[in-house]
């Protein structure tokens, strides 16, 4: 006869642990932001909002592209370039908060100062970090024990769908917008950058 083993019950001490790791992931969320921000603030001082002509579906192939690098150093271990992923994973936050820009009808075509393109920028990562929080509080934090590789994987998924939605020209049956997956797309790119900086700190 076989044994019935009982599910393991929820302590209070679980309860408290997942609340820590919940307002860790907000500080380090934001350090990621952080660093970020001063990388988009710093080019676009430099080349000023040149990207302003790309369309969409181009700053996708340029996440694709980023994506495509992370992954192919995942699986060969080494790298001829020297530089890291890190770089690639801010700048992939950085292409699509580009993207959310770009989808926004009301400043198509429009001249945006710096100071515009940077309020929209904490603008957009504000909506994007209350969606990961409010995602990270029903699924307790699992993130935490997945691969940085299954990141890699879900962020070139979410390249394909949106390539997909771009050719139904949004007339989809039951997925979500273009918008979501970018923002997705953001905080997997923080889970990648929080993991990868506890791997480098032990």
């Not at 660093?35 to 790309?54: L, T, V």
Request: net charge negative; glycine share 4%; charged share 25%.
């Amino acid at each position: 006869m076989l044994a019935i083993i009982p599910p393991r019950l929820f302590l209070r001490s679980d309860k408290l642990k997942i609340n820590q790791l919940i307002n860790q992931t907000s500080i380090q969320y934001q350090q990621v932001i952080a660093q970020c921000r001063a990388i988009f603030e710093k080019k676009n001082h430099d080349y000023g909002p040149s990207w302003r002509i790309m369309r969409v579906s181009s700053i996708t192939d340029q996440i694709f592209i980023k994506a495509t690098r992370i992954r192919t150093l995942e699986e060969k271990g080494v790298q001829k370039i020297d530089e890291g992923v890190e770089p690639e994973w801010m700048g992939i936050i950085n292409y699509c908060i580009m993207a959310l820009i770009q989808l926004d009808e009301s400043r198509k075509d429009k001249d945006l100062s710096e100071s515009d393109l940077l309020t929209q920028y904490d603008s957009l990562v504000q909506t994007t970090h209350d969606l990961m929080e409010q995602k990270n509080h029903d699924y307790g934090e699992i993130w935490r024990s997945m691969l940085v590789s299954t990141f890699t994987d879900m962020l070139l998924m979410r390249v394909n769908r949106i390539h997909q939605i771009i050719e139904l020209e949004g007339n989809t049956l039951a997925s979500e917008g273009i918008e979501s997956n970018f923002m997705d797309m953001i905080n997997y790119s923080v889970f990648a950058l929080i993991r990868l900086n506890e791997k480098n700190k032990k």
